[in-house]
């Protein structure tokens, strides 16, 4: 081996190296364009309910009959229609029962 020379291995690992960093900046890169892509689409469902003129509980409405018209197991349906002040309000009930003290 020659006094400058590089050995394979310390070639290969100089080019690991260099992939490495690649990866992460195209990783980087990646996550970027999925979070642009993630945002353009909230973006394109707001517009599209807001030239609609919708209220978010008529988009609930929509989208559960869409879900309940779709074929399938209707017990893999989420329910979107319960409210969730029902949930809550029967959450609190159960909280509020006073239980007897051993007094």
Avoid: C
Avoid at 5 to 23: G, M, T
């Amino acid at each position: 081996m020659a006094g400058n020379a590089k050995s394979r291995s310390e070639r290969y690992a100089d080019e690991l190296k260099k992939l490495y960093e690649k990866r992460d900046k195209l990783d980087e890169k990646i996550r970027d364009v999925e979070e642009r892509k993630e945002e353009a689409e909230k973006t394109e469902i707001y517009d599209y309910v807001k030239e609609l003129n919708l209220s978010p509980r008529k988009v609930q409405i929509m989208i559960e009959h869409a879900a309940h018209s779709m074929p399938g197991d209707p017990d893999l349906i989420v329910d979107l229609t319960q409210d969730k002040t029902e949930d809550t309000t029967e959450d609190t009930t159960e909280d509020n029962k006073e239980e007897p003290d051993g007094e």
